[in-house]
């Protein structure tokens, strides 16, 4: 138990400072349409198992017309107020065993069960700005993209190498595997790269709050661990 909650609090504590956007500025939030929660609870996935609050994204899409309605009502008080409800910032992780010696806490994929109503919020916020960050993203990245894809980067790849070897020309390719890339990201970061690129602050704020006073309950030995 011990070692698990170390290991998690060294992974996700931030030991490189970076500063913070300035996210002081006045914004307008447009009203949340009941077709925008409609379009987010369709993009739930189904057989997820639920967070904390036991709410199944069955239960949300089963219930789609009833709960967008009530959903885009109170969506923008959320948006407006920069802060979510405190039962969204609790979540459940779940250790997933992956190769290797499994008394090694390293050899464990975490799992983040989240809130599925959380997760509608937020892709009502990601849906209006994803056109702006696909915008400012350039092409050399394709993964996580709409119409992009890394086999065509692997096919350019693949003709390049085989031109070089037609004539006989040197070339080098230099591959970088990050370890724990996701759990290192710092979120300074990631909120400033959002600013640099143009996105409304009511929504990097929004963004930022989940990220702050939020905790995870790892189950170990049928025993929660709060990290």
């Known amino acids: 138990k011990e070692i698990c909650k170390k290991f998690y609090e060294q992974l996700f504590s931030s030991i490189v400072p970076v500063e913070a956007p300035d996210l002081s500025m006045p914004s307008f939030v447009p009203e949340v349409t009941r077709s925008e929660v409609e379009k987010a609870i369709r993009a739930t996935n189904q057989n997820k198992a639920a967070a904390i609050d036991q709410i199944h994204a069955e239960e949300i899409r089963a219930d789609g017309e009833i709960l967008a309605k009530a959903l ?17 910032k609790r979540s459940r992780t ?24 959380y997760k509608v919020f937020m892709r009502v916020i990601y849906n209006r700005i994803e056109s702006i960050l696909d915008e400012k993203t350039g092409r050399e990245l394709a993964g996580f993209r709409k119409r992009f894809s890394t086999i065509d980067h ?34 300074n970061a990631i909120l400033q790269s959002l600013s640099d690129q143009g996105v409304d602050p009511v929504y990097i704020v929004n963004i930022k709050d989940p990220l702050s006073e939020s905790n995870t309950e790892i189950i170990l030995f049928e025993r929660p661990i709060s990290i």
């Open 154 to 187: 692997i096919l350019a790849l693949t003709q390049l190498i085989e031109r070089c070897r037609d004539y006989w020309v040197p070339v080098c390719l230099l591959f970088v595997d990050f370890k724990k890339t996701f759990d290192l990201l710092k979120h």
């Open 72 to 88: 885009s009502a109170r969506f923008p008080w959320y948006l407006n107020l920069g802060k979510i409800l405190a039962e969204w």
């Open 94 to 117: 779940v250790l997933i065993p992956k190769k290797g010696n499994h008394e090694d806490i390293r050899n464990y994929r975490p799992i983040c069960l989240l809130s599925h109503v």
